[in-house]
């Protein structure tokens, strides 16, 4: 061992490591056999998903088809129909279940007023599933 040659009595400045080790050493083999306790299955019982139903849904109905020209006409699937004819013809669809879609197909040079009186026509009766269909 090394001593120090200043023959000073003063407080040595080393650091004793040895219990420092002894320590460090106790808890690495306190965890080394706490570990693999802890690392054990738990059971969970998850929810299982449910079978996919046998009989697949219904195809929904086909579309309405409305069309509306610039003059005023409209066409209840390409058969002409009067504004009495149409409120009859939407009360009648209305009720239907599951509910068709009304898909209106309005000129370009149509007036906004015409639509606008087919839509609320078109609510009024009950329809919930209204579209529009654009010519390209």
């Known amino acids: 061992m090394a001593f120090s040659s200043g023959g000073g009595s003063g407080p040595m400045a080393?650091?004793?490591?040895?219990?420092?080790v002894d320590v460090m050493l106790v808890l690495?083999?306190?965890?080394?056999?706490t570990v693999p306790m802890m690392s054990h299955k738990i059971q969970i019982d998850l929810p299982q998903p449910a079978p996919p139903p046998l009989v697949p849904p219904p195809p929904p109905p086909e579309p309405i088809g409305l069309s509306i020209r610039?003059?005023?006409?409209?066409?209840?699937?390409?058969?002409?129909?009067?504004?009495?004819?149409?409120?009859?013809?939407?009360?009648?669809?209305?009720?239907?279940?599951?509910q068709p879609e009304l898909d209106i197909r309005a000129d370009k040079?149509?007036?906004?007023?015409?639509?606008?009186?087919?839509?609320?026509?078109?609510?009024?009766?009950?329809?919930?599933?209204?579209?529009?269909?654009?010519?390209?």
């Open 70 to 98: 610039a003059t005023g006409q409209m066409f209840w699937n390409d058969e002409p129909v009067t504004e009495e004819g149409l409120q009859a013809q939407l009360r009648v669809t209305a009720q239907k279940d599951p």
């Open 28 to 33: 690495l083999i306190i965890f080394m056999i």
């Open 109 to 136: 040079s149509t007036k906004y007023q015409n639509v606008a009186t087919v839509m609320a026509a078109a609510k009024n009766a009950g329809m919930t599933k209204i579209g529009f269909v654009s010519s390209q």
């Open 14 to 20: 080393d650091i004793n490591v040895t219990p420092l």
